[in-house]
């Protein structure tokens, strides 16, 4: 299903691990080209300058493309079928996408990335433009949205599994987010009610299976995308319990009543997890040696900070941050010199992993390159000898 050369992906695994090595001293740069040559990548990768740049001239040659386009044929096309045509310019879009990708090899170019968007976008605003031009039997407006919502999160599935682009699997994971807080308001009659601790299971269980499957070699070329919906997924699991989003949920989803705004209605709950959390994050992160866990706790540290001033003012919201700056890059500076020589498993430097994700070996992949330019052999292991073919000269 995906369309990148799944061989190139390999080769592009194993030598952003090896180029681990050869930055860590590891490895020599002539061991690391023999590698390179074993195992070539066809890509089109610019850095991030030009993969921005792309990206930007995509766009402004989709928009002027587009509108030209559209100019063109108003008269004829537009005016009468303009859901059509916007359907029409994301099929273009994409047929686009495809032939970049798959003649011209671009992988992560920002051409790639700027029409996955495109495309994507285009064809969302082609469905809602259809769902309400042409009536179709939708029985409230909500069911609308449902409806419109089901087919983003399907399509950026789609996207997702297809190009592995892990932006796309971001704003899928959030739309099944979004799809599922909409079928509980519609068809649940406490829905309103179960919304926080609905986005805290559905968060809880997606960041498992990501958190399970991105080790294993079946994912291999989707890494990326789980790493970034494990960040996703404790994002959520966090703001979904904390006080001040729950109660501006509420405000939004019951309004102002006679007695003021809305109240959370389990403060002794949602008062600890505000709290707690981003310190259980830290926690469970040096235990497990969790990058993610870790960077995710530290960031929500601060946020729990800011929600708690909000509500209760110790200090002004300067001194707070200051505060717990100053703590954070405090305890960080001690952990770092504490742990510059390892103790119990733990340690500050960066450490390369001995397997590559698919069952290569690091290790057997630099002694095969050491052997790469090794000679055959000599030319004549015997001769010299004046004696027909004695083999041995007079000085033997």
Not at 148 to 168: E, G, I, K, N, Q
Not at 353 to 363: A, L, R, S
Request: with cysteine; proline share 3%; glycine share 8%.
């Amino acid at each position: 299903m995906i369309i990148y050369n799944k061989t190139w992906l390999t080769n592009l695994n194993i030598q952003d691990q090896v180029n681990s090595s050869l930055a860590a001293g590891d490895l020599t740069k002539e061991e690391f080209k023999n590698i390179e040559k074993a195992y070539p990548v066809g890509f089109y990768s610019p850095n991030i300058f030009v993969r921005s740049g792309l990206f930007l001239l995509t766009c402004v040659i989709a928009l002027f493309g587009g509108c030209l386009l559209t100019y063109i044929c108003w008269d004829s096309v537009v005016t009468s079928h303009g859901g059509a045509w916007v359907l029409f310019l994301g099929l273009i879009s994409y047929i686009a996408l495809e032939v970049v990708v798959k003649n011209k090899h671009h992988f992560r170019s920002g051409t790639d990335d700027a029409l996955i968007w495109i495309s994507g976008g285009l064809f969302c605003v082609a469905f809602t433009w259809l769902t309400f031009t042409m009536a179709w039997d939708f029985n409230t407006t909500m069911n609308t949205v449902v409806s419109m919502a089901a087919f983003t999160l399907f399509l950026s599935l789609f996207l997702t599994v297809r190009f592995a682009d892990s932006l796309m699997a971001l704003f899928c994971f959030l739309t099944a987010l979004v799809l599922a807080v909409l079928l509980a308001i519609v068809h649940l009659s406490f829905g309103k009610a179960i919304l926080p601790f609905l986005v805290m299971l559905l968060s809880a269980l997606v960041y498992y299976f990501s958190w399970s499957k991105s080790s294993s070699p079946k994912f291999i070329y989707y890494r990326h995308c789980l790493r970034f919906v494990q960040t996703g997924s404790l994002l959520t699991l966090y703001l979904a319990g904390n006080y001040y989003v729950v109660q501006e949920l509420g405000n939004q989803l019951y309004a102002y009543t006679t007695f003021g705004p809305y109240k959370v209605p389990y403060p002794v709950f949602f008062w600890p997890w505000t709290i707690l959390v981003p310190f259980i994050y830290t926690g469970l992160g040096l235990y497990k040696k969790n990058v993610i866990l870790l960077r995710t706790g530290l960031i929500l540290i601060a946020i729990a900070a800011v929600t708690f001033k909000n509500y209760y003012h110790v200090l002004p919201i300067e001194g707070t941050l200051v505060l717990i700056g100053l703590v954070t890059l405090g305890g960080s500076y001690w952990a770092i010199r504490y742990l510059k020589m390892p103790k119990k498993g733990f340690t500050s430097e960066e450490l390369n992993e001995d397997t590559i994700p698919g069952g290569v070996n690091v290790e057997s992949l630099i002694i095969a390159s050491t052997q790469l330019d090794t000679p055959s052999g000599t030319e004549s292991r015997f001769g010299g000898g004046d004696f027909g073919g004695g083999g041995s000269s007079s000085n033997f």
